[in-house]
């Protein structure tokens, strides 16, 4: 594990970890990423000609939000540039976006305007480009300035929502200059090391007294300034609401008096909308026809869960599960 330092390297395989801190990485085609506090990045490869202006950038998300802008390998073939989640892949073509996962692998893709330092405008100002996410489900195209895709799981069928968010939302979600430091807060990297690494005979161990340090000074939490805080996080929050929102209330008559907290998911697609429920121990998914009237129940580990397509009918079907 190595400490983070200003113009510290980074290789293939490398992991970065961020605890109460922020970091920033320019990598050599000045691809730029920051990535907030209580995060990890998996660098999976990079390789750049400077004089031909190609290569590979290849990134896993693990946990926690960064904030990726491209540099010159997407604008010169988008497909060398991979950015991974543990439930959707995405595609960049030469732009900026956000991206969160929390602690049990979901993400939320916010598509990002490139905007320069001091604008004022943002249709004016700014340039949106488009961003791809995929998941075993299918792709989706974003395109639109604070388009967001939020993926539950590698099954979700992805789907966008736009985010109606305010000016200080906004700035605090854009990356407005480039970060040329490699970090702006202690970080970790963690690389493969050998014993050949360590330089035990550069060490004075008569000069190390752990007891003369003041942990005191380096943990003021008085000190902070709470003002100056990326927010990013809590945005997360609003864009599965407005994404919710925005799916009940176009399907609100296909699927009444559906409730999320039943842990009951569904997705339209090709004249069909499927139905899957997840409990701990059983997975079940009905496919029924948008034109049909019938009422579905999936009777999974003890809970009984019933929901209408378009109204009751005549049909009711039954998934029984358990354990």
């Known amino acids: 594990m190595i400490p983070s330092a200003l113009s510290l390297g980074i290789e293939m395989n490398d992991i970065i970890t961020t605890a109460n801190a922020k970091a920033g990485i320019t990598f050599k085609d000045e691809t730029r990423v920051q990535i907030t506090e209580h995060s990890k990045l998996v660098i999976d490869n990079f390789v750049y000609d400077g004089e031909k202006k190609t290569g590979k950038l290849g990134i896993k998300m693990a946990l926690g939000t960064i904030k990726y802008a491209s540099g010159q390998i997407a604008k010169s073939d988008p497909q060398q540039v991979v950015v991974t989640t543990p439930t959707a892949t995405i595609g960049v073509r030469g732009t900026d976006f956000s991206s ?5 692998g979901r993400s939320t893709i916010v598509l990002l305007p490139s905007c320069p330092t001091g604008w004022k405008n943002l249709e004016r100002d700014c340039v949106v480009g488009s961003i791809s996410v995929t998941t075993d489900m299918g792709t989706i ?23 109606n968010l305010s000016m200080d939302q906004i700035n605090n979600m854009l990356i407005v200059t480039p970060p040329r430091r490699v970090a702006e807060a202690a970080a970790t990297v963690v690389r493969q090391k050998d014993a050949l690494d360590e330089d035990m005979l550069g060490k004075d161990f008569l000069k190390y007294d752990e007891l003369k340090k003041n942990y005191l000074e380096e943990d003021d939490k008085l000190a902070k300034n709470y003002l100056d805080t990326d927010y990013l996080v809590d945005f997360i929050l609003v864009a599965n609401t407005q994404i919710l929102g925005s799916e009940l209330d176009e399907f609100s008559q296909l699927l009444p008096k559906y409730d999320p907290r039943t842990g009951l998911k569904f997705f339209v697609e090709n004249d069909f909308v499927y139905l899957n429920r997840e409990s701990l121990n059983a997975y079940a998914e009905i496919r029924v026809p948008t034109t049909s009237a019938v009422t579905t129940r999936f009777a999974q580990d003890g809970v009984d869960i ?17 354990q």
């Open 100 to 104: 969160t996962v929390d602690e049990i």
């Open 141 to 163: 195209f974003l395109t639109r300035a604070f388009e967001s895709v939020s993926v539950q799981s590698s099954m979700t069928q992805p789907r966008s929502a736009l985010l």
């Open 306 to 322: 019933k929901q209408m397509v378009n109204s009751a009918g005549t049909t009711t079907i039954t998934i029984k599960q358990s």
